[in-house]
């Protein structure tokens, strides 16, 4: 309820003093002469709009009279409208309670402090009102580190925003602000921070879709802000199937998708991401069918498909052992030659590796589509294992890319045109309806292939600019083309 703000406390760059947050607020309320009674007064004094409705605030309290309360004496408080003094504020269902003598009003002094106000309502207090519109409640967090990225009038009070922020949030321990570096990002999307509260421990636990990571933040990127597009991408994946995750980093695509049977040949440049995902891969139980590798992005694309066809001419296959109910195991013991009984052999399922890679992931938003050129001639020579020779489609690529924000087709058009000049290939947004997956393939008149682009808006990450995933089969006029 509006009703119930804060105090102003203007402090500035000083410390955070919480006392000052403590504020009486002057009620009424309605003694209930019979606990019995509580539940009863409780519904028909909410259905009339008489008593108290606001967030994280239980209207049954003890009666405010010391004594009476010790007695197990309650009270309902009342909404802010009703006064003790002015009876032409009582309703019907007030009026009546105490007619029957079941209540009496009396005042009641609502004491909130600190532990009460949310994040935003203690800085509301703190900031100067002009600071009001933006306050940085936002944020990324890696298991108990949370990433605030503040702007430049936020920075006197960073301490302040950071120990509110580790009050109001029980899981967070560390807070850290991103420190530019005159705009330039790591190769490998690292960035450098200044510590604002708690201990500068990196070493972080996360769980996301079902799989455990854990990492030095300070050294691989992470961002909870895409749980939900790594499972987006993770459930248009089939188990059987083999992705590609050129840019995998500590594995929030490969590992979920591990877990789904899916095959993965999952690569990061950074070699502190390749530990952490060879981590997550033997923590997750999913060496069968996640292969780590540390490369650059544009060798290993060919590379991948290359080994793909080899793992699978060779039989390479995911082995995995059949649980076999305990009473069923019982009744399948036999008897050796020797007398003494034996187990069953255990069963095992083989899932072949496929001969070629259903899904390319490139989540390297920032320059990703400047790798695909280096899809020219991916299957270059094996033309007999695609449609129409057999059932099987050519890969769909899943590149990510900031854009422009806006809700009209700028962003669709302005991802496509990016795509036609790195691709060699005529680009065009999918109409309603359309799913780029079942798309045939085209080539126009004057020879350049044409390929539909799904562009999904994966969120903003700027005021002008936003972070999409554009989706497309790779046209035949690309995939057969000569190697460079």
């Known amino acids: 309820m509006t009703i119930f703000r804060p105090p102003i406390v203007r402090s500035g760059t000083a410390a955070l003093n919480r006392a000052l947050f403590s504020k009486t607020f002057n009620l009424a309320a309605a003694a209930v002469h019979d606990n ?19 967030d994280r605030i239980s209207p049954v309290r003890p009666h405010p009279d010391l004594s009476l309360a010790a007695q197990g004496r309650k009270c309902l408080l009342l909404n802010p409208k009703i006064k003790v003094e002015a009876p032409d504020t009582w309703g019907s269902v007030l009026k009546d309670g105490i007619e029957k003598k079941d209540l009496s009003i009396l005042p009641y002094e609502l004491k909130l402090d600190y532990d009460y106000w ?19 409640s936002g944020f990324n967090t890696a298991g108990h580190v949370a990433h605030l990225n503040l702007r430049a009038p936020y920075i006197p009070y960073k301490h302040i925003i950071a120990q509110v922020l580790l009050d109001k949030n029980p899981v967070i321990r560390t807070v850290i602000n991103k420190v530019d570096n005159v705009g330039a990002e790591s190769e490998f999307r690292t960035f450098q921070y200044e510590l604002l509260a708690g201990p500068d421990d990196m070493h972080v636990q996360v769980n996301e879709n079902h799989c455990t990571f854990e990492f030095d933040y300070s050294k ?18 089939q188990p059987g199937q083999v992705v590609c995750d050129v840019m995998a980093g500590i594995g929030p695509f490969a590992v979920p998708a591990g877990k789904n049977r899916v095959f993965v040949w999952a690569n990061d440049k950074n070699p502190e991401s390749y530990k952490y995902l060879v981590d997550a891969i033997k923590k997750n139980k999913v060496s069968e069918f996640v292969r780590p590798f540390c490369e650059d992005g544009r060798d290993f694309i060919c590379r991948a498909a290359d080994e793909v066809l080899e793992a699978s001419r060779k039989g390479e296959c995911a082995v ?20 003494r009984k034996q187990p069953p052999k255990p069963k095992e399922e083989r899932i072949p590796i496929p001969s070629t890679i259903s899904h390319f992931v490139m989540n390297l938003p920032a320059s990703a589509i400047d790798f695909l050129p280096s899809y020219r001639g991916l299957y270059h020579g094996h033309e007999d294992l695609f449609h129409p020779a057999t059932s099987t489609r ?39 309806g359309e799913d780029p997956a079942e798309a045939e393939d085209r080539v126009g008149e004057d020879g350049v292939p044409e390929v539909v682009v799904g562009v999904h808006l994966v969120r903003a990450v700027a005021p002008a600019k936003s972070m999409y995933c554009a989706s497309f089969r790779l046209p035949a006029k690309v995939a057969f083309a000569t190697r460079a």
């Open 118 to 136: 949310e994040f935003r309502d203690v800085l509301a207090s703190i900031l100067p009102e002009e600071l009001h519109d933006e306050i940085p």
């Open 36 to 54: 019995k009674t509580i539940s009863h007064y409780r519904k028909a004094l909410q259905a009339a709009d008489e008593i108290l409705q606001a």
């Open 220 to 237: 691989v990127y992470w961002n909870s802000k895409l749980e939900h597009e790594h499972r987006r991408l993770v459930n248009i994946f």
């Open 394 to 432: 050519l890969p769909m690529i899943h590149v990510h890319c900031f854009g422009p924000k806006a809700d009209d087709e700028t962003p669709a058009l302005d991802v496509c045109e990016r795509i036609s000049l790195t691709l060699g290939v005529r680009a065009r947004p999918a109409k309603e």
């Open 320 to 339: 995995l052992p059949i649980k076999v109910p305990r009473s069923q195991q019982q009744r399948s013991r036999s008897k050796s030659p020797t007398g």
